[in-house]
């Protein structure tokens, strides 16, 4: 079965500290991966896209692509109360999810602690 | 980001009652949105995958004839709930598809069925 899996957390990190979250996903031949936050009670907002091995950075935000150890990987630098939140791993999964939709991940509960 | 409106919010409605959720891309065309449905504190999980001018596709196990999809053109699609049940109710998020893989999504809709 194809699936996406996040440690559910919750992920407790000191604010300013940096906050990793991780992803694995089953099907090897996958080739976009998104970061998703939501807010609870929200509809999720996209972070990052990824789709080559290495990292992709934007502002506070890495995403890390391993696609050998088929790895996805989240960082947030200088973490902020406003970053707690459920962060959404997606991954295009071919063959699942559907011809062209995303397989979520359950999430990852952050707490940012002031 | 591209800015999907969904709509409404909020419903509730009584057994056996038939629901219309809207889902509008405001600033581009999109050939293809999704919906999604969200239990709480579980992922989202893909209903169905709704194309301008022909047959949505329907994930397994999700009922065509209960969840009527019509996307009728290039910047709405709607998703119908019909003869609701209790079990229904849930958070209904739409999406568009923009650039290759990259989705955004509505602020989606809270359906109380009593």
């Known amino acids: 079965q194809k699936e996406v899996e996040q440690n559910s957390g919750p992920l407790s990190v000191p604010e300013g500290a940096i906050a990793s979250l991780n992803c694995t996903y089953s099907d090897r031949v996958s080739q976009s991966f998104f970061w998703y936050r939501q807010y609870s009670g929200k509809s999720p907002e996209l972070i990052m896209s990824?789709?080559?091995?290495g990292d992709k950075e934007d502002g506070r935000f890495t995403a890390q692509l391993n696609k050998a150890s088929q790895y996805v990987s989240l960082l947030i630098r200088d973490s902020q109360p406003s970053d707690s939140a459920t962060y959404l791993c997606?991954?295009?999964?071919?063959?699942?999810?559907?011809?062209?939709?995303?397989?979520f991940g359950k999430g990852t509960h952050l707490i940012i602690q002031p | 980001g591209a800015v999907v409106s969904q709509h409404p919010s909020w419903v509730i409605c009584k057994s056996g009652t038939s629901v219309k959720i809207e889902c509008r891309s405001l600033d581009f065309q999109a050939t293809t949105m999704f919906w999604y449905r969200q239990f709480p504190k579980q992922s989202l999980m893909l209903m169905a995958t709704s194309n301008e001018g022909s047959k949505a596709t329907y994930e397994q196990g999700v009922e065509k004839d209960k969840f009527l999809i019509n996307h009728a053109s290039l910047t709405l699609s709607t998703l119908t709930v019909t003869s609701a049940h209790p079990e229904d109710s849930s958070f209904y998020i739409c999406?568009?598809?923009?650039?290759?893989?990259?989705?955004?999504f509505g602020a989606g809709t809270r359906l109380s069925v009593l």
């Open positions: 997606a991954v295009k999964l071919l063959g699942g999810g559907g011809a062209d939709g995303l397989t």
């Open positions: 999406s568009a598809r923009v650039n290759g893989d990259i989705q955004y």
């Open positions: 990824i789709y080559s091995n």
